[in-house]
């Protein structure tokens, strides 16, 4: 189901800093029944996320908000919210038979935007970053491994030239093994993040944002898209 894009003045605000599980295993989510991570895709309400999280593995802080837009009442989870009562915001939220299941608030005024936790990427930056850490990590872990095994080699050989066959031969063996190992790593613990993701192209598509696949939210509020301001930035919200 899209989410539903509201708009108006938030009245009747209330912010809860709680703990909850926002990251469930794939134990958790066999014995929970048909859990999901994002609110979008797991048809429960915010409370029954929270007292879900005592089966979970690690609680997180986050903020819980319950409000109202012109009367309709939105409930859901951000990492944390800079808002407040009387401000007009656009609401990222799906029905959830007796409120609204909050996805995302944005404040078009400093364009400034919270997202449910864990939620900042669209898929195809989510992969390029997974796979940017991927290369930069292995790259240096060869380049360590490469410049002892060589020191090891000049210093049992006594030679002086610089990578020497038993060395490169070493090198080879670690780029053979290690290369495609970490890829494994680097594939497996990104495909986990992909329900943050699905949920996150949801938020994007439904305020109307281009390319919703593309999106990188943390790119966005390092570099600014406001003309020459440089926007505060933290790991709880974002500029977009």
Same mark, same amino acid.
């Given at each position: 189901?899209?989410?539903?894009?509201?708009?108006? &003045?938030?009245?009747?605000?209330?912010?809860?800093?709680?703990?909850?599980s *926002?990251v469930?295993? @794939? %134990? %958790?989510?066999?014995?929970?029944?048909?859990?999901?991570?994002?609110?979008?895709?797991?048809?429960?309400s915010?409370?029954?996320?929270?007292?879900?999280?005592a089966?979970?593995?690690?609680?997180?802080?986050? %903020?819980?908000?319950?409000?109202?837009? @012109?009367?309709? #009442? =939105?409930?859901?989870?951000?990492?944390?919210?800079?808002?407040?009562?009387? @401000?007009? =915001?656009? +609401?990222?939220?799906?029905?959830?038979?007796?409120?609204y299941?909050?996805?995302?608030?944005?404040?078009?005024?400093?364009?400034?935007?919270?997202?449910? #936790?864990?939620?900042?990427?669209g898929s195809?930056s989510?992969?390029?970053?997974?796979?940017?850490?991927?290369?930069?990590?292995?790259?240096?872990?060869?380049? +360590?491994?490469?410049?002892?095994?060589?020191?090891?080699?000049?210093?049992?050989?006594?030679?002086?030239?610089f *990578?020497?066959? &038993?060395?490169? %031969?070493?090198?080879?063996?670690? =780029?053979?093994?290690? *290369?495609?190992?970490?890829? !494994?790593?680097?594939?497996?613990?990104?495909?986990?993040?992909?329900?943050? +993701? &699905?949920?996150?192209?949801? =938020?994007?598509?439904a305020?109307?944002?281009?390319?919703?696949?593309?999106v990188d !939210?943390?790119?966005?509020?390092?570099?600014?898209?406001?003309?020459?301001?440089?926007?505060?930035?933290?790991?709880?919200? *974002?500029?977009?």
């Amino acid at each position: 189901m899209a989410l539903q894009i509201l708009k108006g &003045r938030i009245t009747n605000y209330k912010r809860k800093r709680e703990e909850a599980s *926002f990251v469930f295993t @794939d %134990d %958790d989510r066999e014995g929970l029944g048909a859990i999901a991570i994002a609110a979008s895709l797991a048809g429960l309400s915010g409370q029954a996320i929270s007292t879900t999280s005592a089966a979970a593995s690690a609680e997180e802080e986050a %903020d819980y908000l319950e409000f109202e837009i @012109d009367g309709k #009442p =939105v409930k859901g989870w951000v990492w944390r919210s800079p808002f407040k009562e009387s @401000d007009e =915001v656009e +609401v990222a939220a799906e029905w959830r038979g007796e409120h609204y299941e909050l996805g995302a608030i944005a404040r078009p005024t400093d364009r400034i935007v919270a997202m449910y #936790p864990h939620c900042s990427r669209g898929s195809g930056s989510h992969w390029r970053n997974a796979w940017k850490w991927w290369m930069f990590g292995t790259a240096i872990l060869l380049l +360590v491994g490469g410049g002892l095994i060589e020191v090891y080699m000049q210093a049992v050989h006594s030679r002086t030239v610089f *990578f020497s066959r &038993r060395g490169l %031969d070493s090198l080879l063996f670690l =780029v053979a093994f290690f *290369f495609p190992v970490f890829a !494994l790593m680097t594939w497996s613990l990104a495909r986990k993040w992909m329900p943050f +993701v &699905r949920l996150s192209e949801k =938020v994007f598509r439904a305020f109307g944002w281009d390319n919703p696949a593309s999106v990188d !939210l943390v790119k966005r509020s390092k570099e600014g898209k406001m003309g020459d301001e440089k926007p505060e930035y933290g790991v709880f919200y *974002f500029r977009y």
